[in-house]
Nanobody, 120 residues
Framework: QVRLVESGGGLVQPGVSLRLSCAASGFTFSSFSRSTMSWYRQPSGKERELVANITSGGDSTNYADVVKGRFTISRENAKKMVYLQMNRLKPEDTAVYYC??????????WGQGTQVTVSS
């Protein structure tokens, strides 16, 4: 059974950095390395939104305008890991952050989410 587990969330003050991790299990190296990986977030009471995604080879990334220049998505296929480095955090970044995998044949897998709260 394929599974994604996010970690690294927490309560932080504005301006600091956090690094989220997403660990994939049950994926073969091939299936993971060929998956497009994404980070989404869902603020309380709002819809889930795309934060960033990265292609299978890691050669192309895409970011929501509100995080461009502050967040960086990366992946280590050999470890079946995806990361989201979040710098200069703002209160409006507060949300549950989810990892998502889309296999090249279409299978979609979501993680359970990790809470990030930015507050002074």
């Amino acid at each position: 059974q394929v599974r994604l587990v996010e970690s690294g969330g927490g309560l932080v003050q504005p301006g600091v950095s956090l690094r989220l991790s997403c660990a994939a299990s049950g994926f073969t190296f091939s299936s993971f390395s060929r998956s497009t990986m994404s980070w989404y977030r869902q603020p309380s009471g709002k819809e889930r939104e795309l934060v960033a995604n990265i292609t299978s080879g890691g050669d192309s990334t895409n970011y929501a305008d509100v995080v461009k220049g502050r967040f960086t998505i990366s992946r280590e296929n050999a470890k079946k890991m995806v990361y989201l480095q979040m710098n200069r955090l703002k209160p409006e970044d507060t949300a549950v952050y989810y990892c998502k995998a889309v296999a090249n044949w279409g299978r979609v897998t979501w993680g359970q989410g990790t809470q990030v709260t930015v507050s002074s």
